[in-house]
């Protein structure tokens, strides 16, 4: 899936979520990424949304994030966990 237009969004976005696509679609000859990226970049954010977007797909999804920091990941999960609870995100999927 390309994404264009935006003006903070950079070719190695592309890239990145390309390579998450692949995974979750099963096409990946290793289900690993390893995103070694410089601070804000926003490969955290693109993280996050991958995650929901695979929760979509199937609840029984999951994951191992791992950071150098507690306090990121536990900001990382709850930001996650607040998104698949919104009502935004559980309306998406009645739409399907």
């Known amino acids: 899936m390309q994404l264009t237009g935006h003006p903070y969004l950079k070719d190695f976005h592309n890239t990145v979520i390309d390579k998450l696509q692949t995974i979750a679609e099963k096409r990946a000859k290793k289900p690993n ?26 609840v029984n999804s999951k994951f191992c994030y791992i950071s150098h920091s507690a306090d990121l990941i536990s900001k990382l999960s709850r930001e996650t966990k607040e998104i698949v609870e919104s009502a935004e995100w559980r309306s998406l999927l009645v739409m399907r």
């Open 33 to 58: 990424l390893m995103l070694n990226l410089p601070v804000g970049s926003g490969k955290s954010l693109i993280v996050e949304l991958f995650i929901t977007w695979c929760f979509a797909r199937s």
